[in-house]
């Protein structure tokens, strides 16, 4: 069974503040990835890491940063929320091997005012 | 470059009809094909896979057979629930296994 953690749920929270999405898996898997996904419901990816000390930017651009410096976590990091950042956010982790699937979060709703 | 293309939703359907969700997709080698499933206010979970041309993956009712002449993936169930109600998502991994590329989603009403 996946175990993938996403924190906060759900956050609210005011223009201009840094805010840190927190990610963390227990299955070792080196592949982490987050997601944006849209009010129509889109996958977005924003960002992808391979393993330790590992980090790429995704195919939307994003103004969000990302590290991995362990294993199990990968938070996402806005140092200046805006309303355009609100969205869904997903973390989702994939083992290594061919035909692996991902494992999803149960993501964080964030809202910038 | 890689791409998955699947029907737009919403698809409304009766309970106990017959489902189907139309997906196709455009890759470089043999890719391996997934469908998820979203429920309200969740993140995605694995329904079902298929590795390799004419394999047929099956969970909880729902079958999809990977075509490779024809490049699809198409979900099928043959008798739908209220519970079966959500976003499916079909998705495949690039040839290196390390990127997957996700459908635009196909919401799923089921009327009791």
């Known amino acids: 069974e996946a175990d993938i953690y996403q924190t906060p749920r759900y956050l609210v929270i005011g223009t201009g503040k840094k805010i840190t999405l927190e990610c963390s898996q227990t299955?070792?898997?080196?592949?982490m990835y987050w997601y944006q996904q849209d009010p129509g419901m889109e996958l977005h990816l924003i960002h992808y890491?391979?393993?330790?000390?590992?980090?790429e930017k995704g195919d939307l651009s994003s103004e969000s940063t990302v590290s991995r410096i362990r294993t199990e976590h990968f938070p996402l990091t806005l140092e200046s929320a805006r309303p355009s950042h609100t969205s869904q956010y997903l973390c989702?982790?994939?083992?290594?091997?061919?035909?692996?699937?991902?494992?999803f979060g149960d993501g964080t709703r964030l809202s910038i005012l | 470059g890689d791409s998955v293309t699947q029907m737009e939703g919403p698809v409304t359907l009766s309970e106990e009809a017959f489902l189907t969700i139309n997906c196709t997709y455009t890759?470089?080698?043999?890719?391996?094909l997934f469908w998820y499933v979203q429920y309200p206010g969740e993140g995605l979970q694995l329904l079902l896979k298929?590795?390799?041309?004419?394999d047929k993956g099956s969970n909880k009712g729902f079958e999809a057979t990977y075509r490779k002449e024809t490049t699809s993936f198409h979900l099928e169930k043959g008798s739908v629930q209220v519970s079966d109600s959500a976003v499916y998502f079909c998705?495949?991994?690039?040839?290196?296994?390390?990127?997957?590329?996700f459908g635009s989603g196909t919401k799923l009403n089921v009327k009791p």
């Open positions: 890759a470089t080698g043999y890719p391996s």
């Open positions: 989702a982790s994939m083992g290594q091997g061919s035909n692996q699937p991902q494992h």
């Open positions: 299955m070792g898997h080196d592949k």
């Open positions: 298929a590795t390799k041309a004419d």
């Open positions: 890491s391979y393993g330790v000390n590992s980090t």
């Open positions: 998705a495949l991994s690039d040839r290196n296994f390390n990127k997957f590329y």
